[in-house]
């Protein structure tokens, strides 16, 4: 079974920095792209980036909303995806997910963790 | 960004009914749009894909149709597990974007 769990959220002032981290288990995880998408409260989700699979060479694109200040990275020894978020606002206060991608179909994901919830705010 | 529109925000359908949600488009996506379901405390699901095409393991009373700028998931004979929220996504172009989404509530 496809599992992705996300941890790591939590309160955070603005201006400062947090980890999110996705452990994925179920499946091979260097076969995959992988996607971080966040969803404000009542409002659309939002693609924040992705990290490509082994094939491609683990790089990575991100939404120009987010490109410099946000980070997706992984560790393909554990199974596990991160998102650093840097210089965090209060509009970046949200549900974060990480998922993965439907391969042979950009951009069309799959599979779903459950969220890891951020709130940026003094 | 290509801008995704959800119709309607709200839909109160009882069981065995059929629904319809729309989503347009701010340009031309091709055939490239996903609908997902949501549910508290559940992982978003993947329904549809391609515009038409349904994932492996989405009930074949979901369906999908559209191209361009206009698209419509279309859900017959309701079923109790149906009810919560829905979202269109495109997947033609970076960066990819959702809608707003549909509430289906039970009537």
């Given at each position: 079974e496809v599992k992705l769990l996300e941890s790591g959220g939590g309160l955070v002032q603005p201006?400062?920095?947090?980890?999110?981290?996705c452990a994925a288990s179920g499946f091979t995880f260097t076969d995959f792209y992988m996607n971080w998408?966040?969803?404000?409260?009542?409002?659309?989700?939002?693609?924040?980036g992705f990290i490509r699979n082994k094939a491609n060479g683990y790089t990575t694109e991100y939404n120009p909303s987010v490109k410099g200040r946000f980070t997706i990275s992984r560790d393909n020894t554990q199974n596990?995806?991160?998102?650093?978020?840097?210089?965090?606002?209060?509009?970046?206060?949200?549900?974060?997910y990480?998922?993965?991608?439907?391969?042979?179909?950009?951009?069309?994901?799959?599979?779903?963790g459950q969220g890891a919830s951020v709130t940026v705010s003094s | 960004d290509v801008q995704m529109t959800q119709s309607p925000s709200n839909l109160?359908?009882?069981?065995?009914?059929?629904?319809?949600?729309?989503?347009?488009?701010?340009?031309?996506i091709s055939k490239y749009l996903a609908w997902y379901q949501q549910k508290p405390g559940k992982a978003n699901k993947l329904l549809i894909y391609s515009g038409s095409t349904l994932q492996s393991g989405t009930p074949s009373r979901f369906s999908g149709s559209g191209s361009g700028t206009d698209f419509t998931l279309t859900i017959r004979n309701l079923e109790p597990e149906?009810?919560?929220?829905?979202?269109?996504?495109?997947?033609n172009e970076y960066p990819y974007t959702f809608g707003a989404g549909t509430k289906l509530e039970l009537k």
């Open positions: 201006g400062g920095s947090m980890r999110l981290s998408i966040r969803q404000p409260a009542g409002k659309a989700p939002e693609w924040l596990m995806l991160y998102l650093q978020m840097n210089t965090l606002r209060a509009e970046d206060t949200a549900t974060y990480c998922a993965r991608e439907l391969p042979g179909y950009p951009y069309v994901m799959d599979a779903w | 109160a359908a009882s069981p065995g009914e059929s629904v319809s949600i729309n989503c347009k488009a701010s340009k031309s149906d009810f919560g929220l829905y979202y269109c996504q495109q997947h």
